[in-house]
């Protein structure tokens, strides 16, 4: 059935726990933080057991919507954010490259808890993705998949297939990726990238994008510029026109918040965006300043982070990845090479264990 939250309920959990819910957001660290949200939780129930007997669920109704208030007046009225941070402040960053031994190429990016391991594969073009049609048979040479299984937030589940969300999530760091994707005169190679998220706090998607830029230098793919990402939030007051636009979102933002607003590019320009908006009367001016605060936290992360780790694609590929030759043979010859029911090419293919496209 559903359950409405009584007026009394609201005033009483109000009177008793505001300033309970005060201290709970005074911890800047997130699992401090979610202790002592319990702690007062479990506070409530048990001091409004027998007031409102059988009503606990609007108790607890009441207690959600007074920590959600008291943390978008604190982020509006003082411009401070849940983890102390200033409403531009990116989350401390730390990249490495290389970090599995075996693969072609691979990248974690670290953002605050947030973490992605991508990894890049390299191989002939024949093995590019075909996708069937009703009446068109179309390949993807670049391919991108992301995963987010259940310990990344600290839970235990089944490890399934993608839902949509990590569809979608692997769609939007493909589409970012792609435009600096070389072409496959530049390098015949088919590319899977596949970004594992690791540990999840907001922003994983575009955790992913700085992952796989990482991962594809990593692997000496020449993709034509770096390419990073940053979810901006924002907190807006309905009674007033109290805004604030946040620069790189955690997950308790992204949920208490009205907007969820990814935008990746390079230094030139941006190759992706998504939002996800939960109000109306989202202005000109509030999308001018969450691109312009999103441009300058891209072009630290491009610069200051990613940069000093690997500048630019290496020149070598990985002595695991396969290694492409071409050369052109003439058209009067192509039988020879080919023999009687491709006999030649199948024991060129078998003596020096290639294959030949």
């Not at 937030?153 to 589409?175: D, F, Q």
């Not at 901006?232 to 907007?259: N, P, R, W, Y």
């Not at 935008?263 to 009367?281: E, F, L, P, R, S």
Request: one cysteine or more; hydrophobic letters at 40%.
């Amino acid at each position: 059935p559903l359950v409405v939250t009584g007026d009394d309920v609201k005033a009483a959990v109000r009177e008793y726990a505001y300033d309970k819910c005060c201290w709970v957001f005074e911890a800047y660290d997130r699992h401090e933080r979610q202790d002592r949200e319990a702690q007062v939780k479990a506070d409530c129930a048990e001091h409004f057991a027998e007031q409102f007997e059988g009503r606990l669920d609007e108790v607890a109704d009441a207690l959600y919507y007074l920590n959600k208030e008291i943390m978008r007046t604190k982020i509006l009225e003082q411009g401070v954010r849940p983890d102390g941070r200033s409403l531009t402040q990116i989350r401390p960053i730390w990249c490495e490259t290389g970090v599995l031994p075996r693969v072609h190429g691979s990248g974690v990016f670290t953002r605050g808890e947030t973490q992605v391991l991508s990894i890049a594969t390299l191989a002939p073009v024949s093995e590019a993705q075909v996708i069937e049609g009703l009446g068109t048979e179309t390949s993807e040479r670049y391919m991108h998949n992301y995963n987010m299984p259940p310990y990344s937030t600290g839970e235990a589940g089944r490890l399934k297939s993608p839902g949509r969300r990590e569809i979608g999530h692997g769609a939007l760091a493909k589409r970012a990726l792609e435009p600096v994707i070389p072409s496959v005169d530049e390098f015949p190679y088919a590319i899977r990238v596949v970004s594992e998220v690791l540990s999840s706090n907001g922003s994983t998607s575009q955790a992913s994008v700085c992952g796989s830029t990482l991962a594809l230098m990593d692997a000496g793919v020449p993709i034509k510029a770096p390419v990073a990402g940053v979810a901006m939030g924002l907190i807006k007051d309905a009674h007033s026109d109290k805004v604030a636009v946040l620069t790189d979102i955690q997950g308790l933002e992204d949920f208490l918040g009205d907007m969820d607003f990814k935008v990746a590019g390079t230094m030139n320009g941006i190759t992706a965006i998504q939002m996800d908006i939960k109000i109306d009367g989202l202005t000109y001016d509030i999308i001018a300043e969450a691109f312009e605060k999103c441009r300058k936290g891209r072009l630290y992360i491009l610069d200051e982070i990613i940069k000093p780790v690997i500048a630019q694609p290496r020149e070598e590929l990985s002595r695991w990845a396969p290694k492409m030759f071409s050369m052109m043979i003439p058209t009067d010859k192509i039988k020879d090479v080919i023999g009687k029911g491709g006999k030649v090419i199948q024991d060129i293919c078998a003596t020096c264990n290639c294959k030949i496209d």
